[in-house]
């Protein structure tokens, strides 16, 4: 059934949504970029911050740790005061990464002085970013948090000035004179979500397709072994659906699908995702976890994400049940997350990987008809990529040639 989606995703839940990726292999960081959203709101209205300035403060504190490619770097955030020459990089790549496009470009300034110490020069947004965020990483998430606010505040106030602006340190202190903020903190409700306008702000489908291109960068900088599988995926599922005649904008959203289908590897250990030959058992059920957090991530987007979610995330599931993570059968399967299931293999089929080179026409062509002898994906479809390989070849070793 050829039906056109559309996606009502308000930024700040994207954003949320797409933050949680990268923090969920290491349950410290959980939520981490949504925690220090919550304390910079709260901090910018204790500091009188007009609605304009709170949006782009919530906005940069979920972008804050965008540059953040490695397991690594993640923990030496953890630090509490870490060394400028580890935590810098990150703050650079993040910039960077917000620079280049339209929709996010004025976060990035933000984003790369977030780490700054305390001058008087320093602009109030990084300033408030830079207190939430070690406000989160003093934080023990294993003892109640109101038993930690006198040694939190006496931390601060021996850092005010030398790290940390005694502006944003003030108003921690009155801040943490209520209860229910740390308890908020604690439980995840966070009040961002429901105050303003500019908050509610509907992603035109251009805005969604920067920032999905924007999340195939992490994705496909996990890892050089796999670098610009997304993309090559993307383009692979476009010339299909182009193919069938969908129209252009159902196109453009089975390809913005294509770029969030493997979002969910943000959340696989990075030994993994860079381990240069085949996995082994072990390995193969932890990457198998990648499915299930795209379809999640996705989902949580807006009310009406949950199609979209299903055409990105259900590349691994089979029409004969035996596919993964939910064991979904061909009755569930819509046309589009068929279509993904074959354009992902075609393309994994025929990149170049440290341990095998990209397959042959012929070989693909085998594997691809194994598929479908074996009632793993649609034979109708199947067809339409057999009969226009030359093309996907050439679409994939473009992206293969960029990595």
Known sequence: ???LIRIEADLISTLASFSRAADLNNLTFLAHAERVAHTSFRL???????????????LSALLHDIGVMTDAEQLWLADLE??????SPHCRKGHSLLQSTQTFGSFALNVLEHH???????RIIPAIIHVADRVDMLLNKKLYSLAQVESLLQYFKRKARRIFSPDVVDALHGLAQIPSFWLDLEYGRYHFFDDGE?????????????????????VDSKSPFTGHHSQGVTNVVGLLATKLHMPEEKVRMIKIAGLLHDIGKLAIPDEILMYPGPLS?????????????????????????????GWAAFHHERLNGTGYPFGLSAPDLELEARLMAVADITAS?????????????????QILHNNVNAGHIDAELTDVAIA???EIIELVNTCNQSV
Request: charged content about 30%.
């Open 82 to 87: 870490p060394k400028a020459s580890k935590i």
């Open 1 to 3: 059934m050829n039906v």
């Open 349 to 365: 089929l025929l990149e170049t990987r440290p341990y095998r080179e990209g397959m042959s026409q012929d070989k693909v062509r």
């Open 281 to 309: 058992k072990q390995q193969r059920t932890v990457m198998k976890q990648h499915t299930y957090h795209t379809y999640h991530l996705i989902k949580g987007i807006g009310p009406d994400a949950k199609g979209l979610a």
């Open 44 to 58: 910018g209205k204790a500091l009188t911050l007009g609605q304009g300035e709170l949006t782009e403060l919530v």
């Open 388 to 390: 226009h390989l030359d």
């Open 198 to 218: 500019d908050f509610k702000r509907v992603l035109s489908l251009e805005e969604l397709e920067e920032l999905a291109q924007l999340m195939t960068i992490l």
């Open 116 to 122: 700054d110490y305390y001058s008087s020069d320093l």
